[in-house]
């Protein structure tokens, strides 16, 4: 049974001779061909050298979400280059739309503590500026409504505070009708994700996979780049055929194989330009798999348009990239990989789930959990573990999300020399991009946790699809580091009924932050790449029991790590994980914390 990647992240097995696909007529060459001839085979980036996944992003502080990944590869700097060209295309393109839309009503939520009722459109937020005694209105209450709402259907109430602790707090106790907001007020997103559809000594092929919306539906749309090493030169998709008239032929080729969808498409708008055939890649077949961006040749309803010009009619139309592309992908059809799940972005259905069994259910000495929950502080393989109470101790938590990417090194490193210990939030696919480094923030006494498979606001997705991406997240993570996650960090901080119910189906306690450095390259104040402003924030807003927020992907932070380690140091500060800022009590899966001076949003 040979498994393949393939697109939307759903799992075709195919099988030779036991009638669940079709079988190929070549059988000197012992391939299965999918049921559909479009979809496409992808390679695990893990199996490259020298790749790691470079992101830009927004969003905690801004009044729009952007999440950009895209690969960047040691030996290629011209290919990492051009993607990051489209990247700043796509997002200043997106900043455009944003601005034209009625920017009034896209309010921001208050982030880290952000609870969003999905079903109604609620967006709540706290505002708060105290110690865990409750948690002021961020403005006054909306005209007409009271100050706060009791607590939800099946919320639990708040339990009195703990000795020397802090109480959590009842969904009723901290949430105001004054931070209401309509569903169609969400805020705008863009979402950019990437996929290797060859990777060879010759040739190297990258898929961008767009995701943007703007209060009417989530929009998708794809873009293929290739990388020819013999001649260290991009090229978009057109870049694989021969000219402009292998061009022509190949447009007039996807208007016949077109022909079966009837009305449905517009035959006529597959114009022979590079803007229109901008996303191309090859099957395991070698056909060439041509792609459509969502309303673009027909109705929105459609979804997915896209068609597959068998390799005999195209093979005479390639350029000389196009042909290492295309025998690249034929090459590899028997060397990809299958995630055992579904995307975020795919319609995959969820398992039934439910919590999962630890790797390592003993804590730490003196590291206390809450019986079930397997929310531990982590057992450092490599420096000796030194168990901090952080109910007498001046202890504040670092976490550092989005990564891991070529930035995350550094921190480890200023993190080893400052003999410090953090949280990290590992986005999934960059996770699975590099395995290595999650192996060395396990042995260096880190916790490594889960912040979603492809950092989408989860809000908008359904129970399932939060699931999905939580669980392939959870196994990538538990594959590199050896280590299940027990935490989960909500992409923006944001979290509804059904980001909750997910996180107690596969096993997670929520985190968020209560001190944001702002300190993404995007920073909508445009200081986020100055080490002085970050660690000046870090410092600044520090208190004992304090989640901070921060981002290894980001050059600047890796800068600031030093800096900060030594000034909350001076300060009296005793860096610790997340899970021990809660001591005896412990953390729950499917509940909210911002950190252990205003503790939680009680789950289902």
Known sequence: MHKLRLLGGLALLALATGGCGLSSGSHERNIVVPADPTLLDYVNPATVNGLTSQSLSEGESARRYVHITYPQLKDAPALGTALHKEAERQLHAFRAVVSAASSDALRPRDPGTGYKDQDSGAGYRTGSTGRGDGFKSSRPPARGFKSSRPPAKGFKSSPPPAKGGTRALSLGGHLSESAFTSPSLRRPELNVQWELTAASPDVVGVRLRSGEYVGAGWARSTRTFWYDRHRDQVVGATGLLAGKPAVQEAARLVREGL????????????????????????????????????????????????????????????????????????????????????????????PPITSPARPDDKPPVGAGTRA?????????????????????????????????????????????????????????????????????????????????????????????????????????????????????????????????????????????????????????????????????????????????????????????????????????????????????????????????????????
């Open 372 to 604: 079930g929950s397997g929310v531990q502080a982590a057992a450092p393989a490599g420096p000796p573990y030194r168990h901090v109470d952080c109910s007498k101790a001046k202890c504040v938590a670092l976490t550092f999300d989005d990564g891991p990417g070529p930035q995350t090194p550094r921190v480890l490193d200023a993190l080893r020399d400052g003999g410090a210990r953090a949280t990290f939030f590992a986005v999934g696919t960059n996770a699975e991009a590099n395995p290595s480094v999650l192996r060395r923030m396990h042995d260096e006494g880190h916790l490594i946790g889960n912040h979603s498979w492809a950092h989408r606001d989860l809000t908008k997705l359904p129970l399932n699809r939060i699931i999905d991406g939580l669980s392939r997240t959870q196994e990538v993570i538990t594959d590199g580091s050896g280590r299940m996650p027990a935490l989960a960090r909500p992409p923006y901080g944001v979290a509804s009924p059904d980001v909750l119910e997910a996180a107690h189906r596969v096993g997670v306690a929520l985190v968020g932050w209560d001190v944001d450095t702002r300190d993404t390259p995007e920073d909508p104040e445009g200081r986020g790449e100055d080490p002085a402003t970050i660690t000046h924030r870090a410092v600044s807003g520090a208190r004992p029991n304090a989640i901070i927020l921060l981002h290894d992907t980001n050059g600047a932070t890796a800068d600031a790590v030093p800096d900060i380690l030594k000034e909350l140091g001076a300060k009296g500060y005793t860096f610790v994980t997340v899970p021990e800022l809660y001591g005896s009590p412990g953390m729950e899966p499917g509940h909210f914390y911002r950190s252990a001076t205003a503790t939680q949003v009680n789950g289902p």
């Open 259 to 350: 022909e079966p969808r009837g009305a449905a498409v517009d035959r006529s708008a597959v114009t022979a330009t590079p803007d229109r055939l901008d996303s191309m890649a090859f099957n395991r077949m070698g056909d060439l798999v041509v792609e459509f961006d969502d309303c673009e040749i027909g109705s929105c309803s459609l979804g997915r348009v896209a068609v597959a010009v068998p390799a005999w009619q195209v093979q005479p139309l390639l350029s000389p990239t196009g042909r290492l592309a295309q025998a690249a992908a034929v090459a590899a059809s028997g060397k990809t990989a299958l995630p055992p799940l579904g995307s975020e972005d795919g319609p995959a259905q969820a």
